[in-house]
């Protein structure tokens, strides 16, 4: 096949000349139909904004009404005497200045196990039976269920240590 470049510029003119695209008569779009501007719109645009600044009112109440109780909590906590919860060297520490003040460990056997207890501050224990207080210290005491006590309630657990060293179990 033998190559013709003398006509080769007017076949390459007249291939562009068939694809070149042909524009398109433009549509005009459509004229959206002005609203006009009606007593009632104005109306309805009224209400709608009256709407959204009660809403927001209504928030900021809500919102101002929790920080106000969350504040409150706060004071009840910070407010709420802190439990007199004792170490056992805390306990150890008030028997021995005790028994110092009486005079040696004579006379504070001399006392009741309620008023060696109110001597070192610790009031009500009379309702503490003693099979309780064996549960937890003494010789046929269950080591886990102290322990558990003195995680789960620490309160109680150095009243009832307290209360077992007054009554000789400890």
Known sequence: ???????????VASNLESQAPTAKPEIPAPALEQQPVTDELTKLRAENEELKHERTAAKVAAENKAADERIKAAKAIAHKPVPAVRSNVQQDLAFAKLRSELGGN????????????EGIGITGSEQIKDSEVKTYFGRS???????????????????LR????????L
């Open 1 to 11: 096949m033998a190559l013709n470049l003398e006509n080769l510029n007017e076949q």
């Open 106 to 117: 004579c006379f504070l056997k001399n006392l009741t196990p309620v008023e060696q207890l």
């Open 141 to 159: 005491s269950n080591a886990a269920k102290a322990n558990a006590l003195r995680r789960s309630s620490p309160e109680r657990y150095s009243l």
């Open 162 to 169: 307290a209360v077992a060293i007054s009554r000789g179990i």
